[in-house]
């Protein structure tokens, strides 16, 4: 298949799995109980807490399409880079761990049995297919349009190597390569570690490795593209697992690692965009 008609297969598939997130936020900010337990937890979700989310959550679902277009025809080319990047770099962060966690999840889970998510959080079943399943579909088809644009716009960034190390980038480093780890000790051992409330089932407990691995790659892996995804999964991890915390409590390691992470993972990120290799005109 020609590369033009690849990009606008990639460029559909992300597009339909945008639609049904937010037909069902939609759905939710108008009120609508589709998808919510009865009962009080079900109610929850109407409240200021999550409508703010619902709100935030559709906005960029809603860069997400602008982004992806922008990504695939040649209009996007004019786009200046760091329009095109920056926002590539937050949805790396909040949807490659989806992306590589949640298929090996929901194999693990069915070897292990039960449900791949609770059933005590006020939502439908189907909700999380809908709803992470798109997810993954939306991450692997952003990203796979950025790369396809990357690399007829910026072929030598690709390939470069990350700067050389300053002392503060050294101790940086290590707190990100620290804060991987833990998450891989959060997959494998669970609350006797600390883990973050909500991820309990083994399909979650994939998501957290995930999110390890990939901090690590970043950190470990020399090219710079690698690692500037890596950063970017390390910034968003902390504040996700703190926002979505059950009751609003994440608990003080959590709340503790993640800042130094996001910190960390910033510093980094600062580095990588400030070199003179990164440029994207």
Not at 25 to 52: C, E, I, Q
Request: hydrophobic share 55%; proline share 7%; glycine share 12%.
């Amino acid at each position: 298949m020609p590369i033009a008609r690849r990009r606008l297969v990639v460029c559909a598939a992300t597009l339909l799995a945008c639609a049904p997130y937010l037909a069902l936020k939609t759905a939710w900010l108008a009120g609508s109980s589709v998808g919510t337990a009865p009962g009080a937890a079900g109610a929850g979700m109407h409240d200021g807490r999550y409508v703010v989310g619902n709100l935030v959550t559709v906005a960029m679902d809603v860069v997400a399409v602008a982004l992806v277009l922008a990504l695939t025809f040649p209009w996007g080319r004019r786009v200046p880079g760091w329009l095109l990047a920056a926002p590539v770099w937050v949805a790396a962060g909040l949807l490659a761990p989806i992306a590589v966690g949640l298929p090996l999840g929901l194999v693990l889970q069915a070897l292990v049995g039960g449900a791949p998510a609770p059933g005590d959080d006020g939502l439908a079943g189907w909700v999380y297919a809908v709803v992470y399943g798109g997810f993954v579909l939306q991450g692997v088809g952003i990203l796979t349009a950025f790369w396809w644009h990357a690399r007829e716009r910026w072929p030598a960034w690709l390939h470069t190597r990350r700067p050389p190390a300053r002392p503060v980038t050294v101790v940086a480093t290590a707190a990100v390569a620290g804060f991987g780890a833990l998450h891989l000790a959060w997959a494998v051992a669970g609350s006797a570690a600390a883990a973050p409330g909500g991820f309990e089932t083994a399909a979650q407990r994939a998501c957290l490795g995930a999110t390890g691995v990939l901090i690590l790659a970043g950190v470990v892996l020399d090219r710079a593209a690698i690692a500037w995804a890596g950063t970017a999964v390390t910034v968003f991890a902390g504040p996700t697992k703190i926002l979505l915390a059950h009751d609003g409590d994440p608990g003080t390691v959590v709340l503790a690692t993640g800042v130094l992470g996001t910190v960390a993972g910033l510093w980094l990120a600062r580095t990588l965009w400030r070199s003179p290799r990164a440029v994207l005109p």
